[in-house]
């Protein structure tokens, strides 16, 4: 099993930038693929990014293509989105989560999750 902790949210004017981080514990991150999801207020929670366990394969929902970029460095156990560009509608609660099936960046069915960090973008 895999503990995932998130940090890095907080409050950007649009435009701006953030990094969230997703720490892992308990068992090593090459085991996993990883992926972002977000959950808007009143929304469903949807995919954002995904990345296998090498990093050579990344996966993005069309809203962020171009504007956020997932990686990892597997020997600090940490996965990152740098989110640039920010704008209101990015405002969300943002998830880590972790998928046993370490060679596909699946947009659902994930095994593990973090408990989240809210990005709020004001406009």
């Keep these: 099993q895999v503990q ?22 308990g068992r090593t991150l090459s085991s996993y693929a990883m992926a972002w999801f977000r959950q808007a207020p009143g929304k469903e929670r949807e995919f954002v990014a995904g990345i296998i366990w090498s990093g050579s394969r990344t996966r993005y929902a069309d809203s962020v293509k171009g504007r956020f970029t997932i990686s990892r460095d597997n020997a600090k156990n940490t996965v990152y989105l740098q989110m640039n560009s920010l704008k209101p ?35």
């Design 4 to 25: 995932l902790v998130e940090s890095g949210g907080g409050l950007v004017q649009a435009g701006g930038s953030l990094r969230l981080s997703c720490a892992a514990s």
């Design 89 to 123: 509608e990015d405002t969300a609660v943002y998830y880590c989560a972790a998928d046993r099936n370490h060679m596909v960046v699946a947009t659902d069915g994930m095994d593990y999750w973090g408990k989240g960090t809210l990005v709020t973008v004001s406009s």
